[in-house]
């Protein structure tokens, strides 16, 4: 019945937009005066007027007994009165409790900001740190004393074996000779995995694709040259990391294929929409019998340079890399954990991946998403909140180049015989939260569906929804434990500028942003923790 009502009144069930627009136009400031408790006094007149149902029904005539000054008040209010009703539309109403609480998470994260002082450590004191570099392991005593200080039952650190892959000196690309441009360098970055040219480089003609099965298709032709991988990313996507998604497969399997097939190097576009001068670096895969070929970006720039250069004459590539796999390596997650007081077997995860490539300070990828984890159990304990399951912030190692902390971590999980009601992951960058993407078993997703629309109506005012599809990398093995996985969904727009190059700082990063990040995770902690599941 009442979803015929939210009908009725042309209100989508989760949709805010309304409100804020009508919030706009009547001139009063959620943020000024307090979004909450405006919507608290909207439910208790709400409550006051709800004497019939046919006056609820038409919230038009409602409005009508309000005076003509009230104007812009008597719009706010119908719309909130509408947005009201959806609440009703759910299983319940958000209490006052819950409405304050989650108040005070986004109250309590944008003042402090202390998510961004830890970030700023993170990324500029300790810098850029892959998988079993001694950034790594300095990075896993930084995270493993603020977690101890905040108060947390047990920090520990937990061990996983990683591959070192190390960059070494800086590369180099340069076209050579070309009968139009002459010689030119070209901005490059080697890829993770990526094999040495040895101290005198390389050089060979250069074959372009678009795609893997171009490269198949071309038989011996590629043979003693440098394969060139140039598909662009799809500028149209909404989302960018669905045009990340529709590129990337060159960049980490391009190379193994191009040395199946005899190429002696291989070439890929950055992983950005973006045309510029920033080469981005990140993982290429080569299976245990197939030799590590030179592998390099460039910066797209450069991959439109060489691309015209190829249409005009035969073109070669100068390239010389350093690159060395440095063996096998003990490194570790770390693992802050808050006991539950009521189901302290019921686990929800916070987390993100402490490792980063070597370039730049790794503050998007993923520092953001470790302080966010962090951040939430701060964010717990300043409140006083006593959670009633036990809330877990992991810090993943190489969730980059192996997935090793990931793994190890579903692995020990299972042999303890746990379970995760619910995992979230932040590794999305640091920029404005937009929502929470969710997946996980028929029946744990049934019953979050009913507690949405309720959860949508605390969280709206905050411009956070919820859509099918979420999870991340490292919580990804969990998800056989039958519980919910979520991924942070910060607005997309800007991250592939920043993503695994040089650039990735903290200067790219904005505090009130990134605070933003964490009371959204935070929030949703507490949502899922105070909630009954069956
Ligand atoms: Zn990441």
Redesign the pocket.
Same mark, same amino acid.
């Given at each position: 019945m009442l979803a015929g009502i939210s009908q009725r009144c042309g209100w989508r069930t989760g949709h805010r937009d309304e409100v804020a627009v009508s919030l706009a136009s009547s001139g009063i400031s959620g943020q000024a005066i307090g979004i909450a408790s405006l919507r608290l006094k909207i439910y208790d007149e709400f409550s006051r007027r709800m004497k019939s149902t046919s006056t609820l029904m038409r919230p038009s005539n409602w409005a009508l007994q309000l005076s003509p000054d009230q104007r812009g008040f008597r719009h706010c209010l119908v719309s909130l009165m509408v947005a009201g009703m959806s609440i009703f539309s759910g299983t319940a109403q958000p209490s006052n409790d819950e409405v304050f609480t989650v108040k005070q998470f986004f109250e309590e994260a944008l003042d402090h900001q202390q998510s961004y002082q830890w970030l700023h450590h993170l990324s500029e004191s300790i810098g850029g740190r892959i998988a079993g570099s001694p950034q790594s392991l300095a990075a896993v005593e930084f995270v493993a004393q603020v977690l101890d200080t905040l108060g947390t039952d047990t920090v520990i650190r937990q061990p996983c074996t990683v591959r070192y892959w190390y960059r070494g000196a800086q590369e180099e690309a340069r076209i050579v000779n070309h009968p139009v441009l002459g010689s030119v360098d070209l901005r490059c970055l080697a890829l993770g995995g990526s094999g040495s040219t040895g101290l005198d480089g390389l050089a060979a003609e250069v074959v372009e694709f678009r795609s893997l099965d171009e490269l198949r298709e071309s038989g011996s032709r590629i043979k003693g040259k440098i394969a060139f991988f140039n598909r662009a990313f799809d500028n149209r996507q909404l989302r960018t990391f669905h045009a990340y998604g529709g590129a990337v497969d060159q960049r980490v399997f391009g190379p193994e294929l191009a040395a199946k097939m005899g190429a002696v190097a291989c070439v890929v576009r950055s992983m950005t929409g973006r045309i510029d001068d920033w080469p981005h670096t990140g993982v290429c895969i080569f299976g245990d019998s197939v030799r590590p070929i030179p592998a390099v970006a460039i910066s797209t720039r450069d991959a439109d340079r060489l691309s015209t250069c190829l249409r005009q004459a035969p073109t070669r590539l100068f390239l010389k890399t350093h690159c060395e796999d440095r063996g096998v390596q003990q490194s570790y997650s770390v693992i802050g954990e808050i006991r539950g007081s009521t189901f302290p077997d019921e686990i929800i995860l916070v987390g993100?991946?402490l490792d980063?490539w070597d370039v730049g300070g790794g503050a998007h #990828?993923?520092g953001a998403?470790c302080v966010h984890s962090m951040e939430v159990l701060s964010l717990l304990k300043r409140m006083n909140y006593k959670p009633r399951r036990t809330i877990r912030c992991v810090l993943f190692q190489n969730?980059?180049n192996g997935l090793a902390g990931g793994r190890a971590y579903a692995k020990a999980s299972n042999a303890k015989g746990e379970f995760h009601l619910a995992a979230i992951e932040s #590794?999305?960058g640091g920029f404005t939260p937009q929502g929470f993407g969710f997946d996980g078993s028929p029946d744990l997703v049934a019953e979050l569906r009913k507690a949405l629309p309720r959860w949508e109506e605390l969280l709206g005012p905050y411009n956070i929804d919820f859509s099918t599809g979420g999870g991340g990398?490292d919580i990804g093995p969990l998800k056989s434990q039958g519980g919910l996985l979520f991924g942070l969904r910060p607005d997309s727009q800007r991250y592939f500028d920043y993503?695994h190059t040089a650039q990735d700082h903290i200067a790219a990063v904005h505090p009130r942003e990134l605070a933003l990040g964490s009371a959204a995770m935070a929030a949703l902690v507490y949502l899922l923790d105070r909630h009954d599941f069956r």
């Open positions: 993100g991946h980063s #990828d993923d998403g969730e980059e #590794d999305a990398a993503h």
